[in-house]
């Protein structure tokens, strides 16, 4: 019988609620849980396609060492002996580890416990350095405390909703149609855009403010000299809750606007429409997330918006607030076990000496560490230098993700000791650790994870345990037990959480905002069954709940939000108004004009070792490019699908362009998910300096100076094959999954002598097998097909411009049979066959409908996003894609009216 397990999505920092189901067979499918508060049954592309990425092709299934399969207890062993060395030998500060958002809290839970109260180090920092610290240190700053106040209810609620630094269409989808839905609901919402590309979330803002890179002090400065001048400042709330108001406003009315427009980059008449729908709207919401956290200026950003909704005291009530919107599935469960280096447990402080005492005592510990360990940029340049000797890094992947990723490489190819636990057996990290530890996945592991608005959720598994791989919490406890620490013999994820939940309840009495202490003690029953419920959860100090009640239910809304009432976690209860001034840049720079920005794409995860495995997401943007304004694309001389290299003293990557009137002028966006595994020279953290913010310690990953130039191909070209590709030498080539096996974009700077045994290698192909094909030595078009019987193995297209083959078409050859020499010459001729028309590039993944048949039904008279659906389906399960589709529609529609 098929069993349906409730558990959540792996991917974003949404959380939203998915039921998977298995059937007899052992197919999994998944679909969307209506009765998770976070998407009430919505699911994403991503999370819709996650049955496509959880099969076991590239796991790693059992520990190895130095490239040797090894048993658990040989590697455990080995671990520890290293660590114990260096530890005895060095000290603790001599030993790291770098860990996840991705990890439960569980897993989380335990590392942070073994480094801090253990080993008594404080060197554990993880990947949401590069991701929430600015916004961790802009609250703390301001709250006392690390506090996101609101709630998604309030997206629904507001009249007003500012998206500034966040592309919420991609990277939050669930939530932005959520955000979309109510302003189709309620027209008078109104939705702002900031951000220096007119991203797919700008398609459904009233306003788009294409902001100059890292204006946004500027432009949050501007605003609250403005609103100083109205009725919008709340005398009360500031009288009552705040201080530091006069040295704020001080800072931020030294501005002239003149001088703001140009900080800014915006227009007199853009700015007073912001400034004038803000002051007049009491119900806003202000949403960030990464064009403001990673700056070098992140923390001042946050800290100008906190400081404009302190102003008005707009906080913590429905429809009002600043809201950090986090990246990952459990940014904030880490933020709550005190995963980063600075912090402690339980929103403790490491500085505070009775938080320390707090924390030893709760834990037994022989130790605690008594100063913030190295943040994540700072701990890789220890590595490089050598004074971190043993290195434990668990699920991510620094190498791709980290600025001066090549230096990052280097540093970890050079350290004595590196231990990774991943669940892929290669990754651009892996392959350099002298330890692999397996572990369990999504769908396998089991424990809790915590979304944007404080909403804790439990992941449960609902496979078993692929080969030797086992949970990251007790691979941890393992390493603790074997360093002969008590306090780790832990045997579920429950009795970890337990102790997690009591620790955020002792010697608590509301001093703290983090408080799930009625969790603690659960029977493992309960634990089991939990459903989805939010922070601060102390119900009344009662006793532990029989079963949690579903939120909103039984709480009265005041209980599910922060500070309408002040309550502020710094001596004195009050928030503080912090002061901040734009820092000075200087953008002119001859030899690196440009401006690099970083970020996502809707259908793949980070460093692509999860969705890279699904076809349907892989088609969607299939190779790695470069946004440019066509101006620039003219000034640099590369034409449109043309492969542009782009450099910084730090590195360099090669791409396709993509030119847009998207993007502005003088800037360059490059997607952050390529790396060696998909591509030849695409990791853009390659170019990235580790420049970070001074507050926080986040990395500046999207305002990078670099410089831009066509990379000339003598030939350029498309492939198919059942195989995956093995590293192929062409100096340009990006492989992704397809329907089938996969397909190339290839390019090559010279000739190569014998294509056939080109391919021969490449492909993976047997030797014998002789290809069909032509060569035009006067176009310099090339076509070569591999045949096995009536199955295409293989199919290189090639030509001196980029190659205009239909790659859907090319793709679905490889599905196809080619039972007679008619269709395999067409299939060498590269031009779909008659009756069977090009799809165009995959535009709705779920129902895998291509930008050409959108096109053709607007043609035909579906001009709404509605009607394009009921025609293809295309929009009308995730609905991920229906800004695009809506872009489609427009462009077909403007382009008749020409
Ligand atoms: N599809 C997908 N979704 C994801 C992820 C993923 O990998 N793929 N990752 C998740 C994670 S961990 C995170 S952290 C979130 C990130 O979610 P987002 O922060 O929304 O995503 P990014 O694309 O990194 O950056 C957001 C926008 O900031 C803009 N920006 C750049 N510089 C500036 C600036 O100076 N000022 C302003 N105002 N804007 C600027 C960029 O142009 C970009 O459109 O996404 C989560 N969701
Ligand atoms: N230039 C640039 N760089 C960026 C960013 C940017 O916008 N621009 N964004 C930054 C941000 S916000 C983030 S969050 C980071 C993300 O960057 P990373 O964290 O490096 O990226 P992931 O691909 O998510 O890496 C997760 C790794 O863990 C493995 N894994 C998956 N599940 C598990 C598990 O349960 N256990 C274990 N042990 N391993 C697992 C995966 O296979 C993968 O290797 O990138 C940062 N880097
Ligand atoms: S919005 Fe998409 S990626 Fe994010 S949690 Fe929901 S289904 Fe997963
Ligand atoms: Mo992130």
């Known amino acids: 019988m098929a069993v349906e397990t409730k558990t959540t999505c792996p991917y974003c920092g949404v959380g939203c609620g998915v039921i998977a189901r298995v059937d007899d067979d052992g197919a999994v499918s998944v679909k969307g849980d209506p009765d998770h508060p976070a998407n009430l049954g919505r699911l994403c592309s991503k999370g819709s396609a996650l049955a496509e990425t959880i099969d076991l092709d590239g796991r790693l299934l059992h520990p190895e060492i130095d490239g040797r399969r090894a048993g658990w207890d040989e590697a455990l062993d080995r671990v520890v002996q290293r660590f114990s060395a260096v530890i005895t030998e060095h000290g603790p500060d001599a030993v790291a580890f770098y860990v996840s958002g991705q990890l439960l809290t569980e897993d989380y839970y335990v590392a942070n416990k073994l480094m801090k109260g253990f080993i008594g180090s ?29 709630c998604y209810e309030d997206l629904e609620l507001a009249d007003l909703v500012v998206l500034t630094g966040s592309n919420l269409a991609w990277c939050h989808p669930v939530l932005y149609q959520r955000l979309a839905a109510a302003k189709a609901a309620r027209p008078g919402m109104k939705v702002v855009v900031i951000d220096p590309r007119r991203t797919m979330t700008a398609d459904i803002a009233d306003l788009h403010l294409a902001i100059r890179p890292d204006g946004d002090v500027a432009l949050f400065n501007g605003l609250l000299a403005h609103l100083a001048k109205t009725t919008a400042i709340d005398e009360n709330y500031l009288a009552a809750h705040t201080e530091g108001f006069g040295e704020a406003f001080a800072a931020a009315s030294g501005m002239s606007f003149p001088e703001l427009m140009d900080r800014t980059g915006l227009g007199a ?18 949403c960030y997330s990464q064009g403001v956290n990673q700056s070098s200026s992140g923390t001042d950003k946050v800290n100008a918006i906190l400081n404009c909704h302190l102003a008005t005291g707009r906080i913590g009530r429905p429809g009002m607030g600043p809201f950090s919107l986090t990246g990952q599935p459990n940014a904030m469960g880490g933020r709550e076990v005190g995963g980063l280096a600075n912090m402690l447990a339980a929103h403790m402080a490491i500085e505070n000496a009775e938080d320390r005492d707090r924390v030893q005592r709760f834990w037994g510990s022989p130790t605690i560490a008594d100063r913030p360990g190295l943040k994540a940029v700072d701990l890789f340049e ?40 991943d669940v892929l057996k290669t990754t651009d990290t892996a392959r350099h650790a002298h330890v692999l530890l397996p572990s369990l996945g999504w769908g396998e592991k089991d424990g809790t994870v915590t979304n944007s608005e404080r909403r804790i959720s439990r992941q449960r598994s609902v496979l078993p345990a692929p080969g030797e791989a086992r949970a990251d919490w007790w691979q941890l406890s393992e390493v603790a037990r074997r360093m002969d620490f008590s306090g780790f013999d832990y045997r579920s994820p429950a009795e970890v959480f337990d102790e997690h939940a009591a620790l955020s309840a002792f010697e608590n009495d509301g001093s703290r905002d983090f408080d799930i202490g009625d969790y603690a003690g659960l029977d493992r029953e309960i634990y089991e069954t939990l459903a989805p419920f939010q922070w601060p959860a102390p119900l009344n100090g009662s006793k532990a709940p029989a079963s949690n009640p579903p939120l909103g239910g039984t709480k009265p809304d005041s209980a599910r939000r922060f500070f309408a009432n002040g309550g502020f976690y710094h001596p004195g209860g009050r928030a503080r108004f912090v002061a901040v001034t734009p820092a000075e840049t200087d953008r002119t720079n001859a030899e690196y004009p440009f401006t690099l920005n970083t970020g996502r794409i809707r259908d793949q995860w980070h460093t692509m070792t999860r969705t890279g495995k699904s076809a349907r997401l892989s088609s969607h943007i299939a190779e790695p490019y470069a946004e440019l304004h066509p101006r620039d694309a003219i000034d640099i001389g590369v034409g449109n699908a043309g492969l542009i290299e782009i450099a910084s003293p730090h590195g360099k990557a ?15 966006f490059v997607p952050m998910h390529w790396n060696d595994q998909f591509a030849a020279k695409a990791r853009v953290d390659a170019l990235v300096p580790p420049l970070t913010d001074k507050f926080s310690g986040q990395p500046a990953s999207k305002n990078v100076a670099v410089s831009a130039r066509p990379f000339l191909a003598s030939s350029y070209g498309f492939a198919v094959s059942v195989e995956k590709p093995v590293a192929p030498q062409a100096d340009y080539w990006a492989i992704a999954r397809a329907e089938g096996g996969w ?10 002598v014998d294509w056939p045994a080109w391919c021969r290698q490449t492909f993976a192909l047997p030797s014998d097998v002789e290809p069909l094909g032509y060569a035009d030595r006067q176009t310099g078009d090339l076509r070569l097909a591999f045949f096995d019987g009536d199955r295409l193995l293989a199919a290189l297209f090639l030509a001196r411009e980029p190659v205009a083959v239909a790659r859907n078409w090319a793709v679905s050859q490889l599905s196809a049979e080619h039972g007679n020499l008619r269709k395999r010459f067409t299939l060498v001729a590269g031009r779909p066959g008659a009756g069977r028309p090009d799809p165009g590039a995959t535009v709705c993944s779920c129902f895998s409908v291509g930008v050409n048949q959108i096109v053709g039904a607007v043609r035909k008279g579906c001009h709404s996003v509605e009607a394009v659906g009921e025609t293809l389906n295309a929009g009308t399960n995730c609905g991920s ?11 077909c529609l403007a382009a008749a009216a020409e």
């Open 122 to 150: 404080a060197n554990i920092d993880t990947n949401s350095r590069l991701c929430m610290s600015s916004s961790v240190a802009g609250h703390r700053r301001a709250f006392g405390s690390d506090t996101v106040p609101g």
């Open 269 to 286: 008449s853009e700015l007073r429409q912001f400034f004038g729908l803000f002051e007049r709207t009491e119900k806003t919401v202000t």
């Open 743 to 752: 397909r190339a974009e290839l390019a090559f700077a010279r000739e190569v």
């Open 382 to 421: 220890a590595v490089a230098e050598g004074s971190i000797k043993a290195l434990w890094i668990m699920a991510t992947n620094p190498v791709v993700s980290m600025p001066d990723a090549d230096a990052v490489e280097a540093a970890i190819k050079a350290c004595p000791f590196v231990v990774v636990s």
């Open 881 to 891: 894609c229906r800004a695009e589709i809506r872009g489609i529609i427009d462009g």
């Open 654 to 668: 090669i791409v396709r362009a993509l030119i847009t009137q998207r993007q502005a002028r003088g800037n360059i």
